[in-house]
């Protein structure tokens, strides 16, 4: 199992010292944090002072360039930068660590095989390993051109619900969609020796142009996708799909590590301020409890966990069962019955499935430590200006800049480290362009989790093919920037009507993140 020892914590960077020395507090913003039962009275002064949204941009604020807190890794950017452990480890979780990455990156394959416990692969997948879709831990792409796999970018699928059952198991949440019956929830287009896959991806895309003040024309890509090559036969006529490339890995420990009431605080669902902004909290249940509970990842926050996160892609994309969801089959349906006959790879002195507690458990602690590079040129006066036109049209309504995570969170490296994820982690409308027209869970068909910022200006370092947003459309931070609508449509509008030099800057502190 992984161990868990001690950690020091930094006196005064952890504990928010320095910084709440630099930041005075407003004494009647206390109760604001009464829902943060880990803090003490000082603490919570402490947090509302570090967290107030920033009011000057004459210069960086404390430890803005540390965004993942202590946990921030200050090394050489390349390629690697989003693959090392957090800055604070202990020498022992380093190793837990660095087995954990061997496991994420392993080529998994088919049963029955030579190898030892690295089998099991499908018999349905979309990649041989969490490496193939996170692509140096970065973000995915769609395929290229035909010749390309869509290793990185997968297509879930989904019909309305055709019962009373099917209403009911929406309604209390025991599932989070319906299943496509003959294909499941996600297309796999790669299947095990002796089987199908169930079809290729097959994108095109139509030009979106969009003019900006200073007579610049952006096009953008407006895609359609089509599924090629069925395997198993035509899909149900009311098939609703949806387009995914895989998120970076980077601070997802830290994610899950902010107070659940902070991000409840953010949550307008109704729009009572009247500011156009309605983010709504995602409401799951979870395999591992059988609880509600608070969604946080995911391009729909359909997952309250890492462990539960890591435990559906073993299953959904590499057909691998786990503790949490056992089935060795993977996504095979009652209908592919071939699929279901196949062997697996579960060896009984491993353990019950073929990817055991203890492997689930590092890959988990690998994914929750993969830490946030520090930020660069926080102090540069275009970055600077960059981010005060951030502010300015709106962007931090739903790109919420800070939080102080919990002091008693599961994971010590975590605990209440000041973190700048630029995410509320919460569901919004973004639009007609970017609808997917596909429920899920709480999630109707034009929202989405607002993605965290940070480390984005690295995405191309990282993998040169990476693109944004959640079907991966955006080849750049405008294009990605000009694509939102919904709530998002009236800072948009601001950026359009920016003046080229502003518009410039707050690119750039977007790439400095």
Known sequence: MIRRRGLALLPAFVGLGLVAAAVPADPKDGPALAHRDDLSEVDRIRVLAVTRPADQFETAEPFEANQGGAATVNKIVNRDIFSHPSANLTFEDHEDFLVGNGLFRKDWVSSPASTLASDGLGPLFNARSCQGCHLKDGRGHPPAGVQDDAVSMLIRLSVPPASDAQVAALTDKTALVIAEPTYGAQLQDFAVPGLSAEGKIALSYEEVPVALNGGETVFLRKPTVTITDPGYGPMHPDVMTSARIAQPMIGLGLLEAIDEGDILAGADPDDADGDGISGRASRVRSVKSGEMALGRFGWKAINPSIEEQSAAAFSGDMGLSTPLRPAHSGECTAAQVDCRAMPHGAQAHLGAEEVPREMLDLVTFYSANLAVPLRRDVDDAQVLAGKAQFYAAGCTACHTPKFVTRRD?????????????????????????????????????????????????????????????????????????????????????RVVAMEPDDRAALIRFLESL
């Open 409 to 493: 969170g599961e994971r010590k490296a975590h605990r209440f480290q000041l973190i700048w994820p630029y995410t509320d982690m919460l569901l919004h409308d973004m639009g007609e362009g970017l609808a997917d027209n596909r429920p899920e869970g709480d999630a109707d068909g034009r929202e989405w989790r607002t993605p965290p910022l940070w480390g984005i200006g690295l995405t191309g370092t990282v993998n040169a093919e990476a693109t944004f947003l959640h079907d991966g459309r955006a080849r750049t931070l405008l294009e990605a920037v000009l694509w939102h609508g919904g709530e998002a449509a009236a800072a948009r509008d």
